[in-house]
C-alpha cells in the first residue's frame, strides 16, 4: 500500500489521500473526475472498475440519541441530533478500481451539487460502469453526463422519488396492485402504517 500510495502522491500532487483499513481512498473533485481515472487506468494500470455507487450524507455524524437509547424507536429519514461530524454536501459517487497486473486497489470518491448531483459519465474508461451508473441513477438521483442510456433500471418506468436517499420513506410513496376490472397495474396511496424500530435493550 506503501508504494501505491507514493505514486499517488507523486502523480496527484497535493492530493486528499486517506489511508484507513488497509484501503487507500483518493478524495478528487467532481469537476476532475475523469482527468483523474485516465491517469488511473493510463499510468498505475486500473484497469477494472470492480464497483461504483451513490452515497446520501443526510444526517452524517448525527444520532437521534445522545447516550441512551430513544423511547421514541428510530427510522430513515427521522429528524437527528447534530454531530461535529456533519458533511457539507449531500451526496457522492464512490468508485472501487482494481489493477490487475498491479495487484492493487483503490477508493475513489467525488461530492456532487444536492440540488444538482451531476457528475461526468465514466462508461468511456471502463465499459462496465454502464448499469452502475444506471443504478446509482436510479436508486440515489445522481445524474451521469454523457452516458449513452441513462435511465432507471431497478424501479418501475413511473416510479417517483429514489429508494436510497435517505429522506425516502420505508414505506414508499405509493404501493401498486394489478387491477382485474382495468386490466392493468395501478397505484394508491400507502395502506401500510409506518413501522418504527425500537432497539430492545436487556438489562440484567
Known amino acids: 500500500m ?3 500510495r507514493e505514486q499517488l502522491e507523486e502523480i496527484f500532487e497535493g492530493a486528499d489521500l486517506v489511508a484507513a483499513f488497509g484501503e487507500l481512498t483518493l478524495t478528487v473533485d467532481s469537476d476532475n473526475i475523469i482527468d483523474t481515472c485516465l491517469k488511473l487506468r493510463d499510468k498505475l494500470d486500473f484497469d477494472t472498475l470492480v464497483d461504483l455507487c451513490g452515497v446520501d450524507y443526510l444526517s452524517y455524524g448525527q444520532s437521534e440519541w445522545a447516550h441512551d437509547a430513544s423511547n421514541a424507536g428510530f427510522s430513515r429519514g427521522r429528524s437527528a441530533q447534530g454531530g461535529e461530524d456533519e458533511h457539507p454536501q ?5 468508485y472501487h478500481l482494481l489493477s490487475v497486473s498491479q495487484n492493487y486497489r483503490i477508493r475513489v470518491k467525488a461530492f456532487v ?4 448531483p451531476i457528475i461526468k459519465s465514466v462508461t468511456g474508461i471502463w465499459a462496465s460502469a454502464d448499469w452502475y451508473e444506471r443504478e446509482a ?3 440515489m438521483g445522481i445524474l451521469f453526463e454523457n452516458h449513452t442510456d441513462l435511465r432507471r433500471i431497478l424501479t418501475d418506468y413511473g416510479f417517483v422519488g429514489h429508494p436510497l436517499r435517505k429522506d425516502f420513506p420505508l414505506i414508499g410513496e405509493v404501493e ?3 387491477d382485474e376490472s382495468l ?3 395501478v397505484y394508491e396511496k400507502v395502506s401500510i ?3 418504527v424500530s425500537v432497539p430492545k ?3 440484567k
Open 137 to 139: 441513477f436510479d436508486l
Open 201 to 203: 435493550v436487556i438489562r
Open 2 to 4: 506503501e508504494e501505491l
Open 176 to 178: 401498486m396492485r394489478y
Open 183 to 185: 386490466g392493468r397495474v
Open 113 to 116: 451539487n444536492e440540488a444538482e
Open 90 to 94: 449531500r451526496f457522492a459517487v464512490v
Open 193 to 195: 402504517e409506518p413501522n
